[in-house]
C-alpha cells in the first residue's frame, strides 16, 4: 500500500513513472504449454493413448490404453491500493495508472509458472505425471502398454553439441502405449540463460564449436532456442513444441480480471483505493514424451 508515509510521493513537484519501466510479458509460454478449458472446479482430463496399428487379421480386436490426470485450477489474486491524497499529488497520474495495471502481472505470473513448472518437473513438486512418475523420470510405463521396458526422458548431461545428439537421439526413440516410435518433431531447446552462448552454438553455428577440425554442424538451423530465468542454472529440455499438444497443461478456469474495486473514506490520507484481481488456472503435466531432460 502506498500511503502518504512515503514522504517524496506528497512532496509538491514530485513527478513519477519515469523510473520504472512495466515490461509487457511476451506469450513465448505457448510453445511448452496449452490451455485446458474447464467448465467446473476439476476435471479428469482422458486421453485414449495411441490407436492401434493395422493387422493382417479381421479377427484382431485392439484397444485403446486409456490415461487420465485429475486437473484443478487454484484460486489467484492480487490486491493493491492507494491513498487519495498520493493521488491527489502525483503531477503525472502515474501512480494511479500503474496501480489499474498491476494486473497485467498475471501475464507474467503464468509465464513465469509455466516455466518454474517444467523446470521442477523431476521432482514431485508440482505433481506427478499420468504414469505416476515424476515428468522427468527413469522409469515410465503406460499401464498395460505393448512395450515392455521402462523408458527414460531424465538425463544428467550438461550442454554441448555431444550431449545434444545423446538427448536428442534418445527421444527420436520413444515409443507410444501401442510400441510404435511417436516420431515427435522435436525443434526447441530450452535453457537457463547461462547456458544461452552454448545453446547458440548448437542450433545456430553451422560449424562444431568444440572441435578443431570445424566440421559441419547439422543442427544448426533446425531448432529453436528459449531461455528463461526460472530454469536451474545447469538447465536445458529439449521440447517437441510444434506439436498439437504441449507438455504442460493449464487448466484454466477463469481468466484473471478486476474482482473489485472499492474506496474506504473512513482511511488517513483522504482514504485508500483499492483494487483486486482474481483469476483461476493452475499448471499440470501432460505427455513426457513431448520433452526431454538435460542436466539439471
Not at 553455428?205 to 536451474?232: I, M, V
Not at 478486476?258 to 499448471?283: C, K, L, S, T, V
Request: hydrophobic share 35%.
Amino acid at each position: 500500500m502506498l500511503t502518504g508515509n512515503v514522504p517524496k510521493h506528497l512532496t509538491v513537484g514530485v513527478r513519477t513513472g519515469f523510473l520504472s519501466a512495466f515490461k509487457e510479458a511476451p506469450q513465448v509460454w505457448s510453445r511448452v504449454a496449452m490451455m485446458v478449458q474447464m467448465d467446473a472446479r476439476s476435471h479428469d482430463v482422458v486421453d485414449l493413448g495411441a490407436a492401434p496399428m493395422p493387422t493382417k487379421n479381421p479377427q484382431v480386436v485392439q484397444d485403446f490404453i486409456e490415461k487420465s490426470i485429475t486437473v484443478k485450477p487454484q484460486d489467484w489474486y492480487l490486491t493493491v491500493s492507494l491513498s487519495a491524497n498520493a493521488i491527489d499529488d502525483d503531477q503525472t497520474g502515474s501512480l494511479e495508472r500503474k496501480a489499474r495495471q498491476a494486473g497485467r502481472n498475471f501475464d507474467k505470473h503464468i509465464q513465469n509458472r509455466v516455466f518454474t513448472v517444467l523446470n521442477g518437473g523431476d521432482s514431485a513438486t508440482y505433481g506427478l505425471c499420468y504414469d505416476g512418475q515424476h515428468f522427468f523420470d527413469l522409469d515410465h510405463v503406460d499401464e498395460g502398454a505393448d512395450y515392455q521396458t521402462n523408458q527414460d526422458n531424465e538425463y544428467a548431461l550438461a550442454l554441448s553439441l555431444d550431449n545434444f545428439e545423446t538427448v536428442k537421439v534418445a527421444a527420436q526413440k520413444f515409443v507410444d502405449d501401442q510400441g510404435e516410435y511417436v516420431n515427435y518433431d522435436y525443434d526447441l531447446i530450452v535453457c537457463a540463460p547461462d547456458l544461452e552462448r552454448t545453446a547458440y552454438n548448437i542450433v545456430g553455428n553451422p560449424e562444431a564449436y568444440d572441435t578443431a577440425n570445424r566440421e559441419r554442424n547439422p543442427y544448426s538451423g533446425e531448432f529453436d532456442l528459449l531461455t528463461s530465468p526460472q530454469f536451474d542454472s545447469t538447465a536445458w529440455h529439449l521440447i517437441a513444441s510444434s506439436e498439437e499438444i504441449k507438455p504442460i497443461l493449464v487448466a484454466w478456469r477463469k481468466s484473471p480480471q478486476i474482482n473489485a474495486a472499492w474506496f474506504d473514506p473512513q482511511q488517513e490520507e483522504g482514504g485508500i483505493y483499492y483494487w483486486q484481481w482474481h483469476g483461476r488456472y493452475e499448471m499440470y503435466f501432460g505427455d513426457w514424451r513431448l520433452a526431454i531432460q538435460g542436466n539439471t
